[in-house]
């Protein structure tokens, strides 16, 4: 963490196991030795003025901070009693005198306005006809997940079970293959040899996402890498750029990483906080996500913990999560909390691991939004309330097994019903069940209709004819 911080105010070089370069408190020389940096204890020490800091004192000499900002730049609490202040401090105990003034007024609700130097952009949308072009894409690549029980698994072992895929719409590109750009209604791109390049669609999972109603972005979690450089999260070209907020009347807000992270976290623990998945750490909000944020009451920031690595080129260690997380408390100072998943790098390991993720969000809340998630220890265990996300999301559908041994689906969600169709499966919602229970009597009454359902598929049943009185 010292590393991060440091680098953010003079170049370091690596030399054995520690970092030298200028002291960022006394000047220093470019070629001096005396400013180190311990990565192994999180702390610097300058050899000429005498200098030293862990990362809250750094933040308290170097950028000015209080120490109960430098503890919330760090999502850090207090845990220092022998501070003279810790009793009245808002990091540590949590206590300050009440004056007879903040008795008197009610203060506006705080918001936070981004640091001057930044402006967010307004989002790109993609064309008509590559909006045409991509949902006929998202379509086939659905039902062939649909149809592809490994991935099925793979997602279900990634906590996004087959009611959450039909949900978000998830897709399989079953294989590598390629389209003239044009016809996506993209401008020509040529290689060096003037050959024009074509539009790379490659085998993997498949993320749309979409903005009022219509497909935005495309986004593909490659099955194979090509070598040790290639990115395992494929953007189409000519998708939207907009960053997705997954509900965005949410009054406080995850931010992760991947997108499979970011839908996870939404299954989980949707109705507790809105969540913002990045695509990159070191992506940004765009104008309409930046609105949301300024009014949000708590913004955990959960980007991937990569262990820092060295890069030969800058000659340094790089952290690129860290980095980014310095950026969300400098911007949002007021709503920033640092809050890694307790286990694992991402949302995505920590579920495999056994973390509860609904009760990580719960726990990472301002007390204020925690009372919504919390049963109170008074009431009896024969008197059940159901709070939040229940532990197992309630499916969209069941499978149901007639007589002659065919299967069919009920739901009652219209997405679920018009994609089951789409695939070829019977589908059935409550209401024609209980038409069909008062005009059929026998097993071979009942595989009338399953045989009217499998030759219209999609035919909907809104009034029956009791064919009992049928001879």
Known sequence: MILALVQ??????????????????????????????????DFCQCYSCSFNADPIRFLREIEGKTCPEAHRTLGLDCDNPHCPVW???SKG???RPTSQKSTMTTPAPAVDRPTPGFNASAATTPPDLWQAKAAKLVNRAHQALLDTPEQLAYLSSRGLP?????????GYVPEDFYRDRSSWGLPEELWPDGRPKKLFIPQG????????????????????????????????????????CLNPAAQAHVIVESDLDGLLIDWQAGDLVGTIPLGSCSTHPKAKALTLLEKSLCIMVALDFDKPRWDEEKQQW??????????????????????????????????????DLPAWVVLGLPPALQIRATVPDDVPAEEPIQVGIPAVAEPLYKTITAADGRQFILTDDPGTYRTMTDAGKICFTSAEMRLVARAVDTPQQAARILDIKTTFPGIRITETTDLREIA
Not at 334 to 344: E, L, N
């Open 205 to 244: 999972i498949l993320i749309p996402w979409f903005i009022d109603g219509l497909i935005h972005r495309i986004r593909i979690r490659k099955q194979a890498l090509r070598n040790a450089k290639d990115g395992r999260y494929y953007w189409l070209p000519g998708s939207g750029n907009d960053i997705i």
């Open 93 to 95: 105990k949590g206590e």
């Open 162 to 170: 087959l009611a959450a895929v039909i949900k978000y719409r998830l």
């Open 8 to 41: 953010n105010h003079v170049t370091l070089r690596k030399q054995g196991a520690h970092y030298v370069g200028r002291c960022p408190k006394c000047g220093g020389t470019e070629a001096t030795t005396r400013f180190v940096v311990n990565i192994a204890k």
């Open 318 to 355: 790089i952290a690129p999560g860290a980095k980014s997380s310095l950026w969300w408390a400098q911007k949002f100072p007021r709503a920033y909390k640092r809050w890694p998943v307790p286990d694992g790098k991402d949302p995505g390991e920590a579920f495999a691991a056994g973390v």
């Open 87 to 89: 009793e009245k401090c």
